[in-house]
């Protein structure tokens, strides 16, 4: 069964590991003068950077992000639609071996060999992106840190659970929908909705969030959020450390509540020139931003710490894996009970 | 000896239609069962059922004495070469016959590689470029190779040209001899189960209407041609399968034990063909008596 599995899918996995492959020989060529540049100190790394570094970080997030869905949609949908679009269930499922066997040989082969090759390829992308991974730029910005919901879901183990997730997924539609085409849109579908709603609603309380109360000023400030009329509604700080990934920001009065920005500050900030550039501590907001924190306002963030990237990442995966397992746990029952 | 195939009040149900039902049978092992009916009759139905593709909706099936396809032991014993004979297109004629040796403890190499060799293809050609009749000598070659007990096949030769037909069979009964194996096979032509099966199971409106042995039935029925007359003064153990008036003539098909007396009649002997069309043509209400109304005789598909 094992041989029969690997007979049909080789071809299809020979594309992705040579994809994979290829990808691997990118990055490790490129990788090692990032380790080099981060070593002599993280400040410079951004003014060293060249275009295609940072194409290729970007690249290295799509990839990863993609792979999980597309192996799901084009190796999971087809696995038992396919044979019964083409009727060659009818011949497999007369040989001497069971329905169950047959599916779960199929499902065990396919994600295992789907999760070896996303796992490579995260690894890969992850070792690469290391040393640029929430570094920040005095000039230029800053990388988006390994917790934020655009770079997790790109590093570390949990593309393995996505990948075995996506599979089981399109196994499963495509064995109760019977077609291979309408199983692969859904699955798509299905897997793009999981992976929004995961970051938004689940993710954040994985792993017990931290709370801080931070000291508003010009070193802290992240964001001023606009108001209609493009007076400040409301403004988001940052922890020490960009890799954090901040869930919730909100402004606290003196007396400890949660309070809106003074009427006061539109008047101090419509005195500041709409245009500034210079070093942070000359910034014309600045005495707004004092006057603030003298009143007594401060800052409550709640926060996942750069240090809980490891726990979240092996809860996460163990939450895919269980959905895995239990859509497997369906699918089986479907396929022995429903698909006659 | 078990029988190779027992059912009893067995029914499926697809939605709301009933594809088969109360169907009790028995098709005895070591024979060659022909299952006749038209198309949508249950014939691919009852197969798929005996193979374990489909469950029943109602009674019970045992093929070769267990419940189909619920263990690897059970699956091996019973072999089914399926409706259009279905192949995987994108592998070789080599990979089906490992396919067959992995999938199967009981795999024959030997005979899978010698019929593969008489139908003189290359074994490495992508089973999507055979012609039908290639195929399903390939399918009935792996059927045959795993050495079930019973080999099914549902319509085996209907896709096929009369050549290709004819040498499908021809390799079965070779087979048959050469194996002792049950086989059921299935076709809505009549004339191609003539020369091969010793037993035969006629499905109409999915229901079982004739079940019996070749040689028994073809001996107790008879073709009575004579002057017009109605049916009503028949002798008692003759009864009456069907009947056709012209003006002048009355030709009837009847079934009885003993011989027939009335001289005014013109006695023939019947063909299985025949015999198996006069039952089909048979409107439902007189054989079961629940007079559902079925009375127009269901026209048969023209046979080449």
């Known amino acids: 069964m094992i041989w029969l599995t690997w007979r049909q899918l080789r071809a299809q996995a020979a594309t992705v590991v040579l994809a994979v492959t290829a990808m691997a020989v990118v990055l490790a060529l490129t990788g090692p003068r990032l380790v080099e540049l981060a070593r002599a100190g993280a400040d410079e790394v951004f003014d060293r950077l060249t275009s295609t570094d940072g194409t290729l970080f970007w690249a290295g997030l799509v990839v990863v992000a993609a792979v999980p869905a597309l192996v799901g949609a084009f190796w999971g949908a087809p696995l038992v639609a396919r044979e019964l679009e083409a009727g060659t269930h009818r011949l497999v499922w007369n040989q001497s071996v069971t329905r169950t066997r047959w599916l779960l040989t199929k499902l065990a082969v396919t994600t295992a060999v789907a999760a070896l090759a996303v796992g490579a390829l995260s690894f890969a992308v992850t070792w690469w992106s290391d040393p640029l991974d929430g570094a920040v730029g005095h000039a230029r910005g800053s990388f988006p840190g390994v917790l934020t919901p655009v770079s997790f879901a790109m590093r570390g183990v949990a593309p393995v659970g996505y990948t075995v997730f996506a599979v089981v997924l399109g196994v499963t539609l495509g064995a109760v929908l019977r077609r291979s085409l309408t199983a692969m849109a859904l699955t798509l579908a299905v897997y793009v909705l999981v992976q929004l709603a995961v970051p938004l609603w689940v993710r954040p309380y994985l792993v017990a969030p931290t709370t801080a109360t931070i000291a508003i000023s010009a070193r802290t400030l992240d964001s001023v959020v606009a108001d209609d009329q493009g007076g400040p509604q409301s403004i988001t700080v940052h922890t020490t450390d960009r890799g954090d990934w901040i869930v919730a920001n909100e402004t606290l009065a003196a007396d400890g509540r949660p309070a809106a920005l003074p009427a006061w500050m539109s008047d101090c900030f419509a005195a500041a020139p709409d245009r500034f550039a210079g070093p942070i501590e000359a910034s014309p907001i600045n005495p707004c931003l004092e006057r603030l924190a003298s009143e007594g306002y401060t800052q409550r963030v709640v926060y996942q710490p750069a240090g809980n990237f490891w726990p979240v990442q092996l809860a996460e995966t163990a939450l895919y894996l269980a959905a895995s397992g239990l859509l497997a746990g369906f699918c089986l029952w479907w396929t022995r009970r429903r698909l006659s | ?304």
């Open chain 2, 1 to 304: 000896m078990t029988a190779a195939i027992a059912t009893d009040a067995l029914g499926k149900r697809y939605r709301r239609r009933w594809a088969l039902s109360d169907c009790t049978l028995d098709i005895p092992a070591g024979r060659v069962t022909g299952l006749v009916g038209q198309n949508g009759a249950g014939k691919s139905t009852l197969l798929n059922l005996a193979a374990g593709l489909l469950r029943p909706t109602t009674g019970t099936i045992e093929v070769c004495g267990g419940r189909p396809a619920t263990d690897a032991a059970q699956l091996a014993k019973v072999g089914f070469v399926a409706q259009d004979t279905p192949t995987y297109a994108g592998l070789s004629i080599r990979d089906h016959l490992r396919l067959g040796a992995r999938l199967n403890p009981g795999w024959d190499e030997s005979l899978a590689a010698s019929r593969v060799e008489r139908l003189g293809l290359d074994p490495g050609q992508k089973t999507g470029r055979l012609s039908g009749g290639q195929r399903a000598q390939l399918a009935l070659a792996l059927g045959l190779a795993k050495r079930p007990e019973l080999l099914i096949l549902d319509e085996p030769v209907a896709s096929l040209d009369p050549f290709a037909r004819r040498e499908f069979l021809q390799v079965l009964m070779e087979a048959v001899a050469e194996q002792e194996l049950s086989v059921v096979l299935s076709s809505h032509v009549v004339s191609d189960l003539e020369r091969v099966c010793d037993h035969v199971v006629v499905l109409v409106d999915s229901q079982v209407r004739l079940a019996g042995e070749v040689e028994a039935l073809l001996d107790t029925h008879h073709r009575l041609t004579g002057p017009r007359r109605t049916t009503r003064e028949m002798p008692r153990d003759q009864q009456v399968v069907s009947e056709r008036h012209t003006d002048r003539q009355t030709t009837l098909v009847v079934r009885t034990e003993g011989p027939v007396l009335d001289p005014s009649w013109t006695v023939t002997q019947l063909g299985l063909e025949d015999l198996v069309l006069s039952y089909m043509e048979l409107p439902t209400s007189d054989l079961t008596g629940r007079g559902d109304g079925t009375t127009g005789a269901p026209s048969l598909e023209v046979l080449k």
